[in-house]
C-alpha cells in the first residue's frame, strides 16, 4: 500500500510498504479515506522527536471504513465509516475505567526508554511508531486499529466525513484542556494558540458555559478564522501586551482558565538559541515556554493553566514561584478522546461543532510532502492540510 | 607557623570528608546494584482472577523456577499487585550493559513477562505492536533507538 514514510529530518515521502494486517482478536483494519497534519508531528519530522527511523509511516488523525475485523471485534464490522482515536486504549486498566485513555497501560507494547525519560509510561498512539507503542500512522491506505472497539467511533449519518475527521484528535484534544482545565459556567477562559486544537478547545470552554472566550496568536487569517467559524474574541499577541490586554478585559482579574495550544514548535517568537538547537539535535532539549509562562502570569489569582503542547524536551526559565503564590493549578495531558468522542459526534451531528473549516488544503496523498511543508511554515493560509489517501 | 598548620589540618579534614562521602556515594551505588528489587505491576483485577487455584499467568509460567513470586492486594480496591524477580545473578558494571543491550538481563525477562501478563488478564490478548515498515535507524534517532533497546522491555509503572 501507499504511505507518507519519515525519511530523515524534514524528509517526507509517499511509499510503497507492506499492508497492515489483524495481529491480535481485538483488531480492526480501516481504509484510511481522509487524514489530517498535525502541529504535535512537526517535532517529529524534523527528527526532535523521541524516536524516529527512517520509514515510519506517520500521521495520528485520520477517518475510514473498516474492511477487515478480528474475530474479538463486537462493535464494528465491515462497511463501517469511523472515526479513529489517535490514543490507543485498552478500556478495562484503572486508567482507562476512569476515562483517563491516554495514561492506558496496555496499549504500549514495548514501554521503557519513555518510562525512563518520564517516569511512567503512557498509552500507544498512532503515527509514533518507536515512541509510543510501535504502531503505524494514519497518512496511509490502510491502519489496523488494535482493541478497536474502544478507539473507533461509527460517525452517524448525519455527520459529514470533513467534520468527523478532527474527532479523531484534535476536537477531544481541545475538549481534554478546557473540560479537565476545569471551565464552568461563567468563567473567563483565554486559550493560546489559534491552530485547530486552539479553536477547538475555544469552542468546547463555550460549550461547557463559559461566558466569555479569548483566543490568542499572530496570524491573520487564524484570528479571523477563530472569531468567524467560533465565536471568540482574539487578540494578537504581536500588537499588544497580552497579559495586560486581558487583565483590562477581565476587570483586572485575569482569565479562570488559560488553555496553551501552542507546543514546542510555534511557542518561540524567534529562533531557538544556539545551545538549544545543538541539544535538541543530541537528545531531549530546551522546550520553548513562552505561552505556557504568559498563561501562568496572566491566569487570575487561583485559577487554572492547562498544557496542552506536546514537549518532548525538558524547560528551564518556568515560573514555578508563581504557581505556589498565586495558587495556581497547573495540569496537563494527552487526549482522552474516548470518553469525549461520541459526545463530540453527537454535537457535530447538532451542528454546534464545527470543524471543517479547518481543513483549508484537500489534496491527495501524493501530495503529502507539499502539504507538510504549506502546514509547517503556514503559508496560503494553512491551517491544516487533509489527505485523501483513494483520490 | 601555627596558622600554617591549622589550615593544612583544615584542608585534610576537608579532604577525607570529601573521600569519606564520595566512597560512601559509590558503595551506595554498588549496593543497590547488587541488589535484586522487585518488579511489580498492578493488575486491575482480584488476585484470584490474577492466578486462578494458585496457577501463574501463562507469561510468567514460561519463566518456570528461575523466578520467584509474590501477590498482594493493591490499596485502595485498585486490584492486585503482582511481583516478580530473577534468582539469577543480576549482572553489573560493563557486563551489565553488554547483558541490556543483548536482552540477555534477566529482569528484562522478569518485566516483559510482568507486563504481558497484566495485559492477557486485563485485556485477553497480549497486544502486538506493527510489523515495522523500516528496520535501519536513523542517525537522529539513533540515541533514542538505543535507549529503547536498553530499556529491552522493561518499564516503571
Known amino acids: 500500500m501507499k504511505a507518507l514514510c519519515w525519511r530523515g529530518p524534514g524528509e517526507l515521502s509517499v511509499d510503497r510498504v ?79 475505567e476512569r476515562d483517563m485513555w491516554s495514561l492506558c497501560e496496555n496499549s504500549h507494547p514495548g514501554p521503557g526508554a519513555s518510562g525512563d525519560r518520564w517516569g511512567g509510561d503512557t498509552a500507544g498512539m498512532f ?30 449519518d448525519g455527520v459529514a466525513e470533513m467534520d468527523a475527521l478532527f474527532a479523531s484528535d484534535a476536537a477531544p484534544t481541545g475538549w481534554t484542556g478546557a473540560h479537565l482545565g476545569g471551565v464552568r459556567p461563567g468563567d473567563t477562559v483565554a486559550v493560546w494558540g489559534c491552530g485547530a486544537v486552539g479553536q477547538l478547545a475555544a469552542r468546547a470552554a463555550m460549550l461547557l458555559g463559559a461566558e ?18 467560533i465565536g471568540a474574541e482574539t487578540i494578537d499577541y504581536t500588537r499588544s501586551d497580552v497579559p495586560a490586554d486581558l487583565r483590562e478585559r477581565t476587570g483586572g482579574r485575569g482569565p479562570d482558565v488559560c488553555v496553551e495550544a501552542v507546543g514546542p514548535e510555534g511557542a518561540a517568537t524567534g529562533r531557538p538559541r544556539l545551545p538549544g538547537r545543538i541539544r535538541r539535535r543530541i537528545g531531549p532539549g530546551a522546550d520553548h515556554l513562552v505561552a505556557v509562562r504568559e498563561a501562568v502570569r496572566a491566569c487570575r489569582t487561583g485559577g487554572s493553566v492547562f498544557v496542552l503542547g506536546v514537549f518532548a524536551g ?72 487533509v489527505f485523501r489517501p483513494w483520490a | 607557623m601555627k596558622r600554617g598548620a591549622l589550615a593544612a589540618v583544615t584542608l585534610g579534614a576537608l579532604g577525607a570528608a570529601v573521600t569519606h562521602r564520595l566512597w560512601s556515594s559509590r558503595e551506595r551505588a554498588r549496593a543497590e546494584r547488587r541488589r535484586i528489587r522487585w518488579q511489580v505491576v498492578t493488575i486491575n483485577r482480584r488476585p484470584e482472577e490474577v492466578m486462578p487455584e494458585g496457577r501463574l499467568p501463562e507469561p510468567l509460567a514460561r519463566l518456570g523456577e528461575s523466578i520467584e513470586v509474590q501477590v498482594r492486594d493493591a490499596p485502595g480496591g485498585r486490584g ?58 536513523a542517525p537522529i534517532g539513533r540515541p533514542p533507538a538505543v535507549a529503547a533497546r536498553r530499556a529491552g522491555g522493561e518499564e516503571r509503572r
Open chain 1, 18 to 96: 507492506p499492508d497492515p494486517r489483524i495481529l491480535n482478536d481485538q483488531d480492526a483494519i480501516v481504509k484510511v479515506t481522509l487524514s489530517a497534519t498535525c502541529g504535535s508531528d512537526l517535532d517529529l519530522l524534523g527528527g526532535h522527536g523521541p524516536a524516529v527511523r527512517p520509514g515510519d509511516v506517520i500521521g495520528h488523525e485520520f477517518l475510514g471504513e473498516v474492511v477487515e475485523v478480528g474475530q474479538g471485534v463486537r462493535r464494528h464490522r465491515p462497511g463501517d465509516r469511523v472515526v479513529v482515536c489517535s490514543v490507543i486504549g485498552c478500556g478495562r486498566c484503572w486508567h482507562c
Open chain 1, 127 to 156: 503515527g509514533y511508531p518507536h515512541a509510543m507503542g510501535g504502531f503505524r500512522g494514519g497518512h496511509a491506505e490502510y491502519v489496523r486499529v488494535p482493541f478497536a472497539d474502544q478507539g473507533a467511533f461509527r460517525v452517524p
Open chain 1, 212 to 229: 466569555r472566550v479569548i483566543a490568542i496568536d499572530r496570524h491573520p487569517e487564524r484570528l479571523m478564522m477563530t472569531e468567524r467559524h
Open chain 1, 314 to 385: 525538558l524547560a528551564d526559565r518556568f515560573p514555578l514561584g508563581m504557581i505556589m503564590d498565586k495558587g495556581l493549578t497547573l495540569r496537563g495531558a494527552r487526549q482522552h478522546g474516548q470518553h469525549y468522542i461520541p459526545r463530540l459526534l453527537e454535537l457535530m451531528g447538532k451542528g454546534e461543532l464545527r470543524a471543517a473549516h479547518l481543513a483549508t488544503h484537500v489534496m491527495t496523498l501524493q501530495e503529502a510532502p507539499r502539504g507538510y511543508e504549506l502546514f509547517r511554515t503556514r503559508r496560503d493560509g494553512c491551517v491544516r492540510a
Open chain 2, 80 to 137: 492486585t499487585e503482582l511481583g516478580a524477580r530473577p534468582h539469577a545473578r543480576i549482572p553489573s558494571g560493563v557486563e551489565e550493559v553488554m547483558a541490556r543491550l543483548g536482552g540477555e538481563d534477566p529482569r528484562q525477562a522478569v518485566r516483559r513477562a510482568l507486563r504481558e501478563s497484566k495485559c492477557l488478564i486485563e485485556t485477553g490478548e497480549v497486544l502486538r505492536a506493527d510489523e515495522p515498515a523500516a528496520r535501519r535507524p
